[in-house]
């Protein structure tokens, strides 16, 4: 039972492949490039499964946080389709409607990983195969659609490699982020409408992209800003295409309203009944407020990012597709479409929060189809004999890339080299993760674990990627869920998480000195505020003490502290009241629970 209810994700694929053939464009570009389309599955699953397996075995890490929290909540939901495919299917239903994160991509996850297994090698493996690799073929598809027939095995042979070894979808998957479970979706969309798939009213395409929307908002919910720019930047785009045409007619409006309009109330349908509050979390709730920590710089903050994660090489090719797409009628609409719907994400996401890596699987797709529209233009202004050199050249320009880390990652000479790279190309797996104190981190939880009893409660003053509570609680995973039993999860940004109210009846405080902080002091007091209050003896000594030491990377030293008196209420405000002068109108910011 639980492998035919853990199906679901091959079984997506399958009608996803069922509803591109039935398209007569694409039915037809597979059958003429049925060797093409074969050669380039086996490149691409045989190169980056290699790539990925010689960087992700030399990396020697505890994950944590977002790295290891998909991860994290694969093997637990592996784990309850173990015990019950009731519970698990409960744990699906409720995390869908009210959790930040949901459980669809790791249910997506579930026959992959049962064949891979469980370490973290194998789930990032498994993202891939799962994930990028069905996306990319969508896209490849659609780059042979875009060269159209008769074009060389050399030109088909470019496009394909440069869809393979994308470093922007390779880069966040490799951190851990399970976001490209959207690509498919995205790819599969955009290729429907470049295949003509909206030109005229039709149920069954409509009703494929109005499920395929809210797929891609319960896998992740800032899936939301694709959605929402797709509906504007497809409507704004036939017109323009239409009227630059000048063959804009009442009956080809009045389709496309319609179209939308199915698109647009299917999704919305399904939301208001099955998954109402979800909807009311996403109409109500301040997202801007609770992540105002990772809201950082302006227009100017967001180009360099954006030029950075790319690299110079694929923003040229972006900017040839560009205006290359423009000038052709057949490609016009597809490129406003991917214009518009890439400003319009990027623009709502920050008035939000700022782009981090995982976040660009937002845009991937559309920029993409810009760079494809690009690289095919290079290639017709060259000759066969050119672009074989520049195919080399490129080739060459990626081994070197994906040397940095596969080949040279321990090299620090040679990496501070292949690093200027990325002004060129961006970097397609991040820097090897590799501690040399992974054992006084699982000394400690392994203390930790054993110390307390059952209501002595232990919380970690420290949130940065050198010491958090996460790496305590992930010591020992997969082969043990909890490093340490009675460990709880700490309150790490001010706006969104508060501060924790019962810090003085917890009964063991892990400090970190100096105090390790993700975002700066002024979005995280609720961290700063009290690791001062502990650190300095002449405060917190009457009531705590400190009964084991450990020296980590970096020169981080760790306390582990335990409360040996109840702490009054006198100190407490005085605690409160540092907070306070900073958050005055909010208690939720500065109340600490008194005794009684």
Request: charged share 15%; glycine share 6%; net charge neutral.
């Amino acid at each position: 039972m639980k492998y035919l209810v853990g199906s679901v994700y091959p079984i997506l694929l399958i009608l996803i492949a069922v509803v591109l053939w039935h398209n007569d464009k694409i039915r037809e570009t597979v059958k003429t490039n049925k060797k093409s389309i074969l050669l380039f599955l086996l490149f691409n699953f045989v190169m980056i499964n290699v790539m990925l397996f010689l960087h992700l075995r030399q990396e020697q890490f505890i994950a944590y946080w977002d790295f290891g929290g998909f991860w994290r909540k694969s093997v637990e939901f592996n784990q309850m389709m173990d015990r019950s495919v009731k519970e698990a299917m409960d744990n699906l239903w409720f995390s869908l409607n009210y959790s930040e994160y949901s459980y669809l991509p790791e249910w997506f996850l579930y026959l992959p990983t049962q064949l891979l297994g469980s370490s973290y090698p194998r789930f990032i493996l498994a993202m891939f195969n799962s994930f990028v690799l069905p996306a990319n073929l969508i896209l490849y598809i659609f780059s042979l659609m875009v060269l159209g027939d008769k074009q060389s095995m050399l030109k088909k042979a470019f496009l394909g490699f440069f869809i393979a070894t994308f470093a922007g979808n390779l880069y966040s998957m490799v951190f851990g982020y399970i976001g490209s479970a959207g690509l498919p979706i995205i790819a599969s969309i955009l290729l429907l409408v470049y295949a003509g798939g909206l030109d005229t009213f039709d149920w069954k395409n409509n009703v494929f992209i109005g499920i395929s929307m809210i797929i891609l908002l319960l896998v992740r919910r800032w899936f939301a800003y694709w959605i929402v720019g797709f509906y504007i930047a497809y409507t704004l785009a036939y017109l323009i295409k239409e009227g630059s045409a000048h063959s804009l007619t009442k009956s080809k409006i009045k389709v496309q309203f319609m179209n939308m309009l199915v698109c647009g109330i299917i999704p919305l349908t399904i939301l208001l009944t099955l998954f109402f509050p979800l909807f009311k979390t996403i109409t109500t709730y301040n997202y801007a407020e609770a992540y105002s920590v990772a809201k950082v710089g302006g227009a100017a903050y967001v180009i360099g990012w954006f030029i950075q994660f790319y690299g110079w090489l694929l923003i040229i090719l972006l900017i040839i597709g560009f205006f290359y797409g423009i000038k052709s009628k057949e490609h016009r609409l597809i490129t406003c479409l991917c214009v518009i719907q890439t400003l319009v994400a990027v623009i709502l996401f920050n008035r939000v929060q700022s782009f981090g890596s995982h976040h660009y699987y937002i845009i991937n797709g559309p920029v993409m189809i810009l760079m494809i529209f690009g690289l095919k233009k290079v290639l017709d202004c060259l000759s066969d004999k050119k672009s074989a050199a520049l195919l080399t050249a490129s080739a060459c320009l990626i081994c070197i890339n994906f040397s940095k880390t596969v080949v040279f990652g321990k090299n620090p000479k040679v990496d501070v080299f292949l690093d200027k790279l990325n002004v060129l190309i961006s970097a397609p797996f991040p820097d090897l993760r590799i501690r040399n104190d992974l054992d006084q981190i699982r000394n400690m939880a392994e203390f930790l674990d054993k110390t307390p009893n059952e209501y002595e409660y232990v919380y970690v003053l420290s949130n940065s990627v050198l010491f958090n509570d996460d790496m305590l609680r992930n010591a020992f995973f997969p082969e043990k869920n909890e490093g340490v039993a009675n460990l709880l999860v700490a309150d790490a940004y001010d706006y969104r998480d508060g501060i924790p109210a019962d810090f003085f009846q917890y009964y063991y405080i892990v400090v970190a000195d100096p105090i390790q902080l993700q975002f700066g002091e002024e979005n995280q007091k609720c961290v700063s505020i009290l690791a001062e209050f502990m650190l300095n003896s002449e405060e917190s000594g009457p009531y705590y003490r400190i009964i084991r030491e450990y020296d980590l990377d970096n020169d981080v030293h760790i306390n582990i502290y335990q409360r040996i008196e109840q702490v009054p209420n006198e100190v407490r405000k005085e605690i409160s009241d540092r907070y306070r002068s900073f958050y005055p109108n909010n208690p939720r910011l500065y109340e600490f629970n008194l005794l009684h």
